[in-house]
C-alpha cells in the first residue's frame, strides 16, 4: 500500500495564480516527520520543508504555506502567487519512527507555471 | 562547499559493462542513501548504510552492489549493466534519530544520470 499518495500527477497554472498540492500520507505511527521536496528541471532534489507529527501548526515561510491536518492525514502545499521559477516536480515524503530510517516518497506532482 | 556529491553526473555506458558512482558527504551525517529515479520520476530506495553498516538493503538485483569505505562515503558499483538500469541515481544523507523521534531530513545530491546503450 502506498503511504504517501500525491494524487495530482500534472498540474498547470497560470503565473500569479495560487495554487495547491495535495499529499496524504498513512501510517499508525504516533511518532512521524513529514517533508516537502522540490525538483526543478535542473535535477536536484531540495528540501523544502520538514513538520513533525506533534506540531500541527501550519508554516509560512513567503510564497509557500503548509497545511498539516492529522484529522484528514494530510500535509498540502500552497503557492501563493506562482511564479515561473517554481515549475518543478515537488515530492511529499513521510518518515516513521518504527520504520527508522526510511522515506517513503509520494510518486510527485509536477506543476508547471505558465508565464 | 558542497554537502553531498556524486560522481559522475553524467555516465553514458554499452550494456554489460561495469560502473561505479561514488557519492561524498561532508555534512557529519552517519547514514547514506542510494535512490534510484526511473523516468516516470519515481523515487525507490535502494540501499541505506549507517556507520559503514548495511541497514536497507531492497529487492535490487544483486549486480548492484553498494560499498562504504567510511561513513562519509557511499559507492554504488554495478556489474553487467542493463538497459533497464538506464535512471538518475542519488545519494542521499541524514543523521539518525533517537529512537522514538524520527528521523532527520535526508539532504540529496545533484544526481547522476545512467544512460546503457
Known amino acids: 500500500a502506498q503511504k504517501v499518495t500525491q494524487a495530482q500527477t500534472e498540474i498547470s497554472v497560470v503565473e500569479k495564480e495560487d495554487v495547491t498540492l495535495d499529499c496524504v500520507y498513512e501510517t499508525r505511527d504516533t511518532t512521524y516527520y513529514l517533508f516537502w521536496y522540490k525538483q526543478p528541471p535542473s535535477g536536484e532534489l531540495v528540501f523544502l520543508i520538514r513538520r513533525n507529527s506533534f506540531d500541527e501548526q501550519n508554516e509560512i515561510s513567503g510564497r509557500y504555506s503548509w497545511n498539516f491536518q492529522k484529522s484528514t492525514s494530510s500535509f498540502n502545499f500552497t503557492i501563493t502567487a506562482s511564479q515561473v521559477v517554481d515549475s518543478a516536480v515537488y515530492f511529499c515524503?513521510?518518515?516513521?519512527?518504527?520504520?527508522?530510517?526510511?522515506?517513503?516518497f509520494g510518486t510527485g506532482t509536477s506543476l508547471t507555471v505558465i508565464p | 562547499d558542497t554537502a553531498v556529491s556524486q560522481t559522475p553526473k553524467y555516465l553514458v555506458t554499452q550494456m554489460g559493462n561495469d560502473k561505479s558512482i561514488k557519492c561524498e558527504q561532508n555534512l557529519g551525517h552517519d547514514t547514506m542513501y542510494w535512490y534510484k529515479q526511473d523516468s516516470k520520476k519515481f523515487l525507490k530506495i535502494m540501499f541505506s548504510?549507517?556507520?559503514?553498516?548495511?541497514?536497507i538493503n531492497e529487492t535490487v538485483p544483486n549486480r548492484f552492489s553498494p560499498k562504504s569505505p567510511d561513513k562519509a562515503h557511499l559507492n554504488l558499483h554495478i556489474n553487467s549493466l542493463e538497459l533497464g538500469d538506464s535512471a538518475v541515481y542519488f545519494c542521499?544523507?541524514?543523521?539518525?534519530?533517537?529512537?522514538?523521534?524520527?528521523?532527520?531530513?535526508?539532504?540529496f545530491g545533484p544526481g547522476t544520470r545512467l544512460t546503457v546503450l
Open positions: 542521499a544523507s541524514n543523521q539518525l534519530g533517537l529512537a522514538g523521534l524520527g528521523t532527520d531530513t535526508q539532504y
Open positions: 548504510y549507517n556507520n559503514k553498516e548495511l541497514i
Open positions: 515524503a513521510l518518515s516513521e519512527s518504527i520504520t527508522g530510517n526510511q522515506f517513503y
